[in-house]
């Protein structure tokens, strides 16, 4: 059976239809999508830190004491502390680059600076707590730092 040669396929892009000629629908940015991408963010740390502990104990067993969280009424426990910390620094990074795009929500500002003020006091506490490893000293530390790098203004 003879063997024929074809010329190769040039990839000339994906084909246009309907929905691709007008794309603008997919980049609105609502005050809706904006907390969705928070929301998407804080809950990931939440889970990433999970990840993290599975590995390195960051902290001793569980004890009774209880710390004061800044966005929650109720004292918390120290893991639950550090999780909320880790995810709230998120929370004040995301804000922080929100207020610098070319269109930033509203509350950008007012929302850095809130979330600015709890994270410092939270590591303040986690660090004062007596309760870390040395690996989560370091790891609070690590988040003091970058809260240094987000800035307060």
């Known amino acids: 059976m003879p063997c024929s040669v074809r010329e190769p396929r040039v990839h000339r892009g994906p084909k246009l239809n309907r929905h691709a000629r007008r794309p603008t629908h997919l980049a609105v940015r609502t005050e809706a999508t904006v907390l969705f991408a928070l929301t998407l963010v804080h809950e990931f740390l939440h889970v990433q830190l999970g990840a993290l502990l599975d ?10 004491a209880r710390y004061h969280a800044p966005w929650r009424p109720d004292p918390r426990p120290l893991d639950a502390l550090l999780q ?10 995301f804000w922080h680059t929100e207020r610098s795009t070319a269109a930033p929500s509203p509350r950008a500002g007012r929302e850095h600076a809130t979330w ?9 506490t986690l ?7 040395p690996a989560g000293r370091r790891f609070t530390e690590g988040m003091r730092a970058a809260l240094a790098r987000l800035g307060g203004d």
């Open 127 to 133: 660090l004062g707590s007596g309760e870390l490893l």
């Open 55 to 64: 590995l390195v104990p960051l902290h001793g067993p569980a004890s009774p």
């Open 116 to 124: 600015y003020g709890y994270n410092r006091g939270a590591v303040d």
């Open 84 to 93: 909320g910390t880790y995810a709230h620094l998120g929370v004040c990074d």
